[in-house]
């Protein structure tokens, strides 16, 4: 069993950065990979970006591409993201989730980001 706890999310004006933080703890040395979701306002939750812990190769949605950055602290067991030139339409509450195999089965429990001046 793997427990996440997320960490970094708050307000931030538009063009602004973030940094996003998850903790894993518990069964962490069966990780395949690790990754965030978020859920904007009266959306469905969405795939934002993960990293694959065999060889640290990241993923990306194309909403996010080129301004934000997915990396790991090994040592610590924690998956960051990094978001730069934010924009309104990024407010949503940003999920870390936690992949041993068989797909996204361990999720936090979520930390909220707004972006408005």
């Known amino acids: 069993q793997v427990q996440l706890v997320e960490s970094g999310g708050g307000l931030v004006q538009p063009g602004g950065s973030l940094r996003l933080s998850c903790a894993a703890s518990g069964g962490t040395f069966s990780l395949a990979r690790m990754g965030w979701y978020r859920q904007r306002p009266g959306k469905a939750r969405e795939f934002v970006a993960f990293?694959?812990?065999?060889?640290?190769?990241?993923y990306y949605a194309d909403s996010i591409k080129g301004r934000s950055t997915i990396s790991r602290d090994n040592t610590k067991n924690t998956v960051y993201l990094q978001v730069n030139s934010l924009k309104p339409e990024d407010t949503a509450v940003y999920y870390c989730?936690?992949?041993?195999?068989?797909?996204?089965?361990?999720w936090g429990q979520g930390t909220q980001v707004t972006v408005s001046s």
């Open positions: 989730t936690a992949d041993t195999g068989p797909g996204w089965e361990y």
């Open positions: 990293i694959r812990w065999s060889d640290d190769k990241t």
